[in-house]
């Protein structure tokens, strides 16, 4: 594991840098990506900033994302690579996740826990509510200011994998962070619209969809909800849509633990947990070979939808057993 100085020292050396995040990108990685990869522009570097899917349209605000590439550049023409927020290979998707094994440089930034070994430069905060706080501090490192244009990708960043700073991932240093980002002029208020008060009426309708699955075990411990490809497809929404479904299962009182089960294709499902408090569900994901945080995990599972349920569920039961609140 190295320190954020070698990350930089590493990053001054290179002349031409790929920074890419993980499939289905969020607000922390795009944003990660974003941020780091305009401030190496500034140092005068070649830039390509990619990943494997594209942006969900509610951060089109973000500056730089017109150099957002969808999958990989044709010719490489990079010296280092850079992955952001990214606990496993897999995480890169299928193209970029062969990279890895190619001649470059490669620099590991992320803030998974159970963050796994891949990479020559690697530094993990688990502590780091956001991928964005650490390219917040690597930026220090490096000796640069924060420009307008950065701190409106490290503050959307920062928000977004925050869930608005209520998780328990929010420290002070955080918020110090957050208040140094507003100082610069980042309009914090403009963006939480942006991000949160200006779904597409589509979503509503995906939402209804949604809640009308919503089940909760007896114990009133564990609720979940399912979302098929039907469902996308009645409702007129896309996948990005599904972002945020599953905290509607969580927020019922008493819930400890909100599932979403969503269709990515025949026979194939991205599940979402979310926990409030005792319940670890990075541990939940990896049982079905997945992964994340405490509180936000995910994975992919193949198979007919209601043995899965029983799977999960059943899983997430004996996690519960004896939570008493
Ligand atoms: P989401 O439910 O929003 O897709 O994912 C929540 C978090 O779980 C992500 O930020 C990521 O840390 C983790 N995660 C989601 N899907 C996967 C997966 O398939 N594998 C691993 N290792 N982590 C995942
Ligand atoms: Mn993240």
Request: some cysteine; hydrophobic content about 40%; glycine content about 10%.
């Amino acid at each position: 594991m190295n320190n954020l100085a070698d990350v930089a020292a590493a990053l001054k050396r290179a002349e031409s840098v790929l920074v890419c995040g993980h499939v289905m990108p969020d607000g922390d990685s795009l944003g990660s990506v974003l941020a780091l990869g305009l401030t190496l522009e500034s140092m005068g570097k070649k830039v390509i900033m990619a990943g494997p899917d594209p942006s969900p349209a509610i951060y089109d605000f973000l500056p730089g994302l017109d150099q957002y590439r969808v999958g990989l550049p044709p010719d490489g023409g990079f010296d280092t690579l850079v992955v952001l927020d990214c606990s496993v290979p897999e995480r890169l998707g299928p193209g970029f996740q062969e990279l890895l094994s190619g001649e470059t440089d490669i620099i590991i930034l992320d803030h998974h826990a159970a963050s796994s070994c891949f990479g020559k430069y690697r530094y993990v905060d688990p502590a780091a509510a956001a991928v964005g706080e650490i390219i917040y501090d690597l930026i220090i490192e490096m000796g640069l200011d924060i420009n307008l244009d950065v701190a409106i990708c490290l503050y959307t960043a920062i928000v977004t994998d925050t869930g608005s700073f209520q998780y328990d991932s929010t420290t002070p240093g955080t918020l110090r962070r957050v208040a140094n980002l507003m100082e610069i002029g980042v309009p914090a208020a403009l963006i939480n619209v942006r991000i949160y008060e200006e779904k597409p009426k589509v979503f509503f309708q995906l939402l209804c969809s949604a809640l009308s699955t919503l089940t909760t075990s007896s114990c009133g411990k564990i609720s979940w909800m399912t979302v098929t490809r039907e469902t996308i497809k009645n409702s007129g929404a896309k996948d990005e849509h599904t972002e945020g479904l599953v905290n509607y299962a969580k927020s019922i009182r008493g819930v400890e633990v909100g599932i979403l089960f969503r269709e990515i294709g025949e026979g194939s499902y991205k599940i979402s947990f979310r926990s409030k408090d005792a319940i670890d569900v990075n541990r939940l994901a990896a049982l079905f070979g997945g992964g994340g945080h405490p509180h936000a995990s995910g994975c992919t599972v193949q198979g007919d939808l209601n043995e899965i349920i029983d799977r999960v569920v059943s899983a997430a039961l004996l996690a519960a057993r004896g939570i008493v609140r």
